[in-house]
């Protein structure tokens, strides 16, 4: 699904992000990826959402070299892609369905598909019930459980989500990632940037961890890891 | 960490995790290419109504700037305007030439007879009217409603007067004529019409081409203004251009918007111009007509019609969208997910 090959990204302030980065990512595969902030941990998600590109190196995601992708392809390839933030980006202007409908407006489903769908994604994350609600008056827990849904309402193959816990209570990042197991469950490949070892040991799903750019270790940890 | 290995090296899971059914989950979203016409056609409509609804949400600021545009269309429509109802209103005098010969009081009626005569012979002339100071003052009488201050006099001071129609029109020609007639000793004075023909002329010329510089500068002006609003929408709708980027919007659809606001400010900029020409012109009317009357003259004056409201909306909408997509080609390639 995901393929990095010799993948080196310098910025244009001369700072190297990425150091000959190779890994690769099955479909249908749930992974972690961590390190210490500025590990380049946002460099290689970045690199994955087409938001930056390789300044060597390549990268095939789904079949597709992001090194061809010209300008005007990269919105189509996004549509691919569902994207979870740490602050989740939701708009404050609209509703939560609004919010979560998004995608599909953008990609040119009709009124009933949209309707349909959407309901159907913020059925998954349980909030339903709040779909006519301004994002703004959730909970953390449930504007990032919005943010999710508006990543997997297109049903993308795809899903990668940076820091999706970074602001909640362990309660509400367990939920969240039991979330993410149910969409890799039913074959939607995932990709977690985290820097919460407890929750990743806790997940025991393959783990990728970055280092100054280099990747120092990917693997599965041992059940019980004494960081 | 206690399980590192070597780097770049995949360990095999502990227990391989069972295969999963891709039936449900992971399948690219498809959609049909008559739905997505019917989609595109119908985002068209929505960005038409929303950019509508955001108009009248800030009625303050958006007035303010469809006033500014209106403004700035007014003033040319209303030159442009007075231009054409002066061409119609001097459209009586028509561009023929014609020499009026002003003789002195005591030429006699047998003399001027044979000058005349002798003019109708000139190769030069094509035709020559006398018209005796009995004549002109029954005319003057007639046409200029001051005939009780002249019944007041004891003699007629109208001189005698001589219309000479020149065969040519050239200038030179003319002026030639006009020195002949001028070196004749019953003549006090020789007037040469087409002169003045000319000077209006030019006048109406110089007139249009002002109206057309001042709408060309500001046609830009109303560019500036529609471009600088347009900025402050992308501005302010930053985060949400990011957003949809994120998703997977193309750029037009991140245009679109704004596009549609750049068209309503123009058109209701140039429906305002156009209700303020009007107002200007109804404001107008009652003393222009009056003024007419006073020349002994019908003229009307016209007011912006059909055809200037027609004008000013479209070419406004026009300049807006033109100016929105000054704006958008700047501002939202700039606006780039970091």
Redesign the interface.
């Known amino acids: 699904m995901i393929q990095f090959d010799n993948v080196n990204k310098r910025y244009e302030s001369g700072q190297d992000a990425l150091g000959r980065v ?3 990512i099955d ?3 749930m992974v972690f990826l961590t390190g210490h902030s500025g590990a380049g941990k946002s460099t290689l998600l970045k690199l994955l ?1 087409a ?1 930056e590109r390789p300044t060597r190196g390549s990268i095939i995601v789904g079949g597709q070299n992001l090194n061809r992708l010209r300008n ?1 392809q990269i ?7 569902g ?1 979870v933030f740490q602050n989740h ?1 939701l ?1 404050f ?1 609209r509703s939560v369905f609004d919010n979560v409908a ?10 009933r ?1 949209v309707g349909r ?1 959407a309901r159907a994604a913020l059925d998954k994350v349980g909030l339903l019930h709040k779909e006519k609600q301004n994002p703004i008056v959730l909970s953390g827990g449930e504007q990032q459980r919005v943010g999710i849904a ?1 990543a997997v309402v ?5 899903l990668v989500a940076d820091e999706p816990t970074g602001n909640l209570d362990p309660k509400l990042s367990e939920e969240i990632m039991g979330l993410f197991r149910q ?1 890799n ?5 995932v990709l977690i940037a985290s820097h919460d070892l407890e929750l990743i040991a806790r997940m ?1 799903q ?1 783990v990728l ?1 970055l280092q100054q750019g ?9 059940r019980e ?3 | 960490m206690t399980d590192t290995r070597a780097v770049n090296q995949r360990t095999k899971p502990p227990a391989n995790p069972p295969e999963r059914s891709r039936s449900a989950g992971a399948v690219t979203a498809r959609t049909g290419v008559g739905d997505r016409f019917s989609s595109w056609t119908n985002h068209h409509r929505e960005m038409w109504r929303e950019s509508w609804v955001r108009f009248f949400a800030s009625p303050m600021s958006s007035g303010m700037t469809a006033l500014v545009i209106a403004i700035a269309l007014a003033l040319p429509a209303a030159l442009q305007l007075g231009l054409t109802n002066f061409q119609k209103a001097v459209a009586a005098w028509d561009g023929q030439p014609q020499i009026s010969v002003f003789l002195h009081k005591r030429a006699r009626e047998s003399a001027v007879q044979s000058f005349a005569d002798d003019l109708r012979g000139d190769p030069l002339v094509a035709g020559v009217t006398y018209i005796s100071p009995e004549q002109a003052l029954a005319e003057f009488q007639q046409s200029s409603g001051l005939g009780d201050a002249l019944l007041g006099m004891d003699s007629n001071p109208l001189p005698a007067v001589l219309l000479v129609r020149p065969r040519g029109s050239d200038t030179s020609s003319l002026e030639a004529l006009a020195t002949r007639l001028r070196a004749n000793a019953m003549t006090d004075s020789v007037v040469l019409d087409m002169a003045w023909v000319q000077r209006l002329a030019q006048l109406t010329e110089l007139g249009q081409r002002m109206s057309m510089g001042l709408a060309l500068l500001l046609a830009l002006g109303v560019l500036l203004v529609v471009v600088n609003s347009i900025r402050l929408h992308i501005e302010n709708r930053r985060d949400e251009i990011l957003v949809v980027k994120l998703v997977g919007a193309t750029d037009a659809f991140v245009r679109r918007p704004f596009l549609y606001t750049g068209l309503v400010y123009g058109l209701v900029g140039g429906l305002i111009a156009w209700l303020l020409v009007s107002g200007g012109v109804w404001l107008l009317a009652g003393p222009v007509s009056g003024l007419a009357n006073l020349y002994g003259s019908g003229f009307r004056l016209d007011g912006p019609g059909f055809t200037y409201l027609v004008g000013l909306a479209g070419g406004a909408a026009l300049l807006g969208l033109t100016g929105a997509w000054l704006a958008v080609a700047r501002h939202i390639s700039a606006i780039q997910p970091r």
């Open positions: 190779s890994l690769e479909r249908a595969e959402t938001i005007s919105p189509y390839y996004r549509r691919n892609l994207i980006q708009l202007d998004l995608p599909l407006s953008v990609s040119g489903c009709s009124r598909e769908r508006r297109n049903k993308p193959a795809l969409f469950a039913v074959g939607t490949t025991r393959r961890t280099q990747l120092i270790y990917d693997g599965y940890p041992s890891p004494a960081y």
